[in-house]
C-alpha cells in the first residue's frame, strides 16, 4: 500500500455532492482512492510516502472527455471552411490509408494533450478500420499513457452506394462489425469500480450506419450490460438526412432503434427540438456537448441551459481534433460557458461553477460512473493541480475556479490518475513528449501527403 498526501492546497473545488470548495485543504490517498479530504488536521495521517504542497495551486477533480475521434489529429486543418458532411467528405479519402501504428501514436498524442490539460478519463469513438487498424491500438496507447479510458467500438457500414455518406471503400460488414464489438466487450470490458478501461458499443450515425445495426448493437450491449453511444442531430443537414432516409425526426429514429436510457449518451445534439429534449430528460438519456467543434463546423449552438433545466444528463467533449482542432478540455468547459451566454444573450445562462460541473460530474454520469469527477473519500485518484502563479491568473487569486474557466485555458502543473502522477511540474510521466510529436508529424505528413 502507498499514500499520498497533498497538503496547504491553495483553492479546492470538490465537485462533490454540496460542491464544497475549501481553502488551506488536504487530500489523503491511499493506492488508487481518496480516503480524507479537509484540513490537515483531519487526514488519517500527517503524512504520507509522498507529500505534495499546493499552496500555489488551485486543484479540481481530472476532468472527463465524453467524445473524441483521436485518429484525427492526425489530420487537423484540413477542410476549414466546410460544414459537417462536405467537410466528411474531403476527409474520408485521406483516413482510407490510416494503418495501425497511425491509430497508436494519434491516439497517443490525443492522450497527452488532453491529460496535459488536466484531463484524467477520455472515452474514444473510433469508427474506422481501414487496412490493419483495430480498437486495440488504441487501448495499448492508454495503457502506455496511463490514461482512463472508455473505447467507443465505433463502425460504419452504409455505404455512399446504399444511401449513405461515406465511400463504400471505408465501411464495414454488419456482421463483422458486431463479431468484432463482441470480441472487444469480452477481452476488455472492466464493469468493476476504478476500471482503467471500458467498452462502449458505438455505430457511428445514422447517415453512416444501417437502422438493423443501430438495433442489433443495442441488444449486444445491453447483454453485456455495457454503454452506446453515436452522433445525432448535430447540424441541420443531419435532421434533413433523417427525415428524407427514414421519415423520422432524431427523436422518434433514437426510440424507434431502442436508443433512449441511461445507457445511452449522443453526441452534439446541437439540433434536438423541445420534444426531443423532454425525451432524452425521461430517459435518462445523455448527452455530450461539443461547443468548439459546433463552432468551426458552423453546425449552431445546443440549447444547453435548456437540456440542464429540464433534468437532462449533460457532458463534454472536445471532439476529434480535426474538427475543433485542439483537445483542451478546459477550453472546451471555458467555450460551453461561453457559448451559451451567446445563444441566450443571457450572462447567467452558463456559470463558470456550471461549466466545471459538466466537464466532471455531468460527463462522469455521461459515462455511467460514480467513481470519477469529484474529490471525496471513495472516489479515484484522479485530480488536476492547476499553478496559480501565473499571467492568467494574476488579478482573479480571490477566485481561482472561475479564473480556471474565465480565463487563458493553461495547462494543468500535476496530474494524479488512479493514483499515480503522470504529470509532474508541467511534463508528462508516462511518454516521452518530443519523441511522440516527432512521430506522429512524420505519420501525419506521409498521411496527407497520401504516401
Ligand atoms: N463532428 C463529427 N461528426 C461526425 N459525424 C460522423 O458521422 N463522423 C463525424 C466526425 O468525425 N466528427
Given at each position: 500500500m502507498t499514500t499520498l498526501l497533498l497538503k496547504n492546497i491553495h483553492t479546492l473545488a470538490t465537485m462533490d455532492d454540496v460542491q464544497r470548495e475549501l481553502k488551506n485543504a488536504s487530500i489523503f490517498i491511499r493506492d488508487n482512492v481518496i480516503e480524507a479530504v479537509g484540513s490537515l488536521e483531519e487526514m488519517p495521517e500527517q503524512t504520507a510516502d509522498e507529500v505534495y504542497d499546493l499552496s500555489r495551486h488551485v486543484v479540481i477533480p481530472g476532468l472527463i472527455n465524453t467524445h473524441h475521434h483521436m485518429f484525427q489529429n492526425l489530420t487537423r486543418v484540413i477542410a476549414q471552411d466546410k460544414e459537417l458532411f462536405d467537410w466528411l467528405v474531403t476527409l474520408y479519402p485521406i483516413w482510407r490509408n490510416l494503418r495501425s501504428e497511425h491509430i497508436n501514436v494519434s491516439a497517443k498524442l490525443a492522450m497527452a494533450e488532453l491529460i496535459l490539460s488536466g484531463c484524467t478519463t477520455s472515452s474514444d469513438h473510433l469508427y474506422i478500420y481501414p487496412n490493419d487498424c483495430t480498437i486495440e491500438d488504441e487501448i495499448r496507447a492508454a495503457q502506455e499513457i496511463g490514461m482512463r479510458f472508455h473505447a467507443a467500438r465505433g463502425s460504419m457500414s452504409l455505404g455512399e452506394s446504399s444511401g449513405g455518406l461515406p465511400p463504400d471503400s471505408v465501411v464495414e460488414n454488419e456482421a463483422d462489425i458486431l463479431r468484432i464489438t463482441r470480441d472487444i466487450i469480452e477481452t476488455h470490458h472492466d464493469a468493476s469500480r476504478y476500471a482503467m478501461l471500458r467498452v462502449v458499443v458505438a455505430p457511428c450515425s445514422p447517415f453512416t450506419v444501417s437502422k438493423?445495426?443501430?438495433?442489433?448493437?443495442?441488444?449486444?450491449?445491453?447483454?453485456?450490460?455495457?454503454?452506446?453511444?453515436?452522433?445525432?442531430?448535430?447540424?441541420?443537414?443531419?435532421?434533413?438526412?433523417?427525415?428524407?432516409?427514414?421519415?423520422?425526426?432524431?427523436?422518434?429514429?433514437?426510440?424507434?432503434?431502442?436508443?433512449?436510457?441511461?445507457?445511452?449518451?449522443?453526441?452534439?445534439?446541437?439540433?434536438?427540438?423541445?420534444?426531443?429534449?423532454?425525451?432524452?430528460?425521461?430517459?435518462?438519456?445523455?448527452?455530450?456537448?461539443?461547443?468548439?467543434?459546433?463552432?468551426?463546423?458552423?453546425?449552431?449552438?445546443?440549447?444547453?441551459?435548456?437540456?440542464?433545466?429540464?433534468?437532462?444528463?449533460?457532458?463534454?467533449?472536445?471532439?476529434?481534433?480535426?474538427?475543433?482542432?485542439?483537445?483542451?478540455?478546459?477550453?472546451?468547459?471555458?467555450?460551453?460557458?461561453?457559448?451559451?451566454?451567446?445563444?441566450?444573450?443571457?450572462?447567467?445562462?452558463?456559470?463558470?461553477?456550471?461549466?466545471?460541473?459538466?466537464?466532471?460530474?455531468?460527463?462522469?454520469?455521461?459515462?455511467?460512473?460514480?467513481?470519477?469527477?469529484?474529490?471525496?473519500?471513495?472516489?479515484?485518484?484522479?485530480?488536476?493541480?492547476?499553478?496559480?502563479?501565473?499571467?492568467?491568473?494574476?488579478?482573479?487569486?480571490?477566485?481561482?475556479?472561475?479564473?480556471?474557466?474565465?480565463?487563458?485555458?493553461?495547462?494543468?502543473?500535476?496530474?494524479?490518475?488512479?493514483?499515480?502522477?503522470?504529470?509532474?511540474?508541467?511534463?508528462?510521466?508516462?511518454?516521452?513528449?518530443?519523441?511522440?510529436?516527432?512521430?506522429?508529424?512524420?505519420?501525419?505528413?506521409?498521411?496527407?501527403?497520401?504516401?
Amino acid at each position: 500500500m502507498t499514500t499520498l498526501l497533498l497538503k496547504n492546497i491553495h483553492t479546492l473545488a470538490t465537485m462533490d455532492d454540496v460542491q464544497r470548495e475549501l481553502k488551506n485543504a488536504s487530500i489523503f490517498i491511499r493506492d488508487n482512492v481518496i480516503e480524507a479530504v479537509g484540513s490537515l488536521e483531519e487526514m488519517p495521517e500527517q503524512t504520507a510516502d509522498e507529500v505534495y504542497d499546493l499552496s500555489r495551486h488551485v486543484v479540481i477533480p481530472g476532468l472527463i472527455n465524453t467524445h473524441h475521434h483521436m485518429f484525427q489529429n492526425l489530420t487537423r486543418v484540413i477542410a476549414q471552411d466546410k460544414e459537417l458532411f462536405d467537410w466528411l467528405v474531403t476527409l474520408y479519402p485521406i483516413w482510407r490509408n490510416l494503418r495501425s501504428e497511425h491509430i497508436n501514436v494519434s491516439a497517443k498524442l490525443a492522450m497527452a494533450e488532453l491529460i496535459l490539460s488536466g484531463c484524467t478519463t477520455s472515452s474514444d469513438h473510433l469508427y474506422i478500420y481501414p487496412n490493419d487498424c483495430t480498437i486495440e491500438d488504441e487501448i495499448r496507447a492508454a495503457q502506455e499513457i496511463g490514461m482512463r479510458f472508455h473505447a467507443a467500438r465505433g463502425s460504419m457500414s452504409l455505404g455512399e452506394s446504399s444511401g449513405g455518406l461515406p465511400p463504400d471503400s471505408v465501411v464495414e460488414n454488419e456482421a463483422d462489425i458486431l463479431r468484432i464489438t463482441r470480441d472487444i466487450i469480452e477481452t476488455h470490458h472492466d464493469a468493476s469500480r476504478y476500471a482503467m478501461l471500458r467498452v462502449v458499443v458505438a455505430p457511428c450515425s445514422p447517415f453512416t450506419v444501417s437502422k438493423d445495426l443501430m438495433r442489433e448493437a443495442a441488444e449486444l450491449a445491453r447483454s453485456y450490460g455495457v454503454h452506446l453511444h453515436t452522433h445525432l442531430a448535430e447540424n441541420v443537414k443531419d435532421i434533413d438526412f433523417s427525415l428524407e432516409q427514414f421519415g423520422q425526426r432524431p427523436g422518434d429514429y433514437v426510440e424507434d432503434v431502442g436508443w433512449v436510457g441511461d445507457d445511452v449518451w449522443h453526441a452534439h445534439c446541437v439540433q434536438l427540438n423541445h420534444a426531443e429534449i423532454g425525451l432524452f430528460a425521461r430517459t435518462g438519456t445523455g448527452v455530450c456537448h461539443c461547443p468548439s467543434s459546433n463552432m468551426r463546423l458552423a453546425s449552431g449552438i445546443a440549447p444547453i441551459r435548456h437540456m440542464l433545466d429540464e433534468g437532462v444528463k449533460v457532458g463534454l467533449g472536445v471532439d476529434g481534433s480535426a474538427s475543433n482542432d485542439s483537445g483542451h478540455l478546459l477550453n472546451e468547459a471555458r467555450n460551453a460557458m461561453l457559448l451559451q451566454r451567446v445563444k441566450d444573450t443571457n450572462p447567467g445562462a452558463l456559470t463558470a461553477r456550471e461549466a466545471l460541473h459538466i466537464a466532471t460530474r455531468g460527463s462522469a454520469s455521461v459515462l455511467g460512473r460514480d467513481d470519477v469527477g469529484a474529490i471525496a473519500p471513495g472516489m479515484a485518484a484522479d485530480i488536476a493541480a492547476y499553478n496559480i502563479d501565473t499571467v492568467g491568473f494574476a488579478g482573479a487569486l480571490h477566485d481561482p475556479i472561475a479564473a480556471l474557466m474565465f480565463g487563458q485555458s493553461i495547462n494543468a502543473n500535476q496530474v494524479w490518475i488512479n493514483g499515480r502522477g503522470v504529470v509532474r511540474d508541467g511534463h508528462l510521466t508516462t511518454v516521452d513528449l518530443p519523441v511522440l510529436i516527432e512521430t506522429h508529424n512524420r505519420l501525419s505528413q506521409a498521411l496527407i501527403n497520401g504516401a
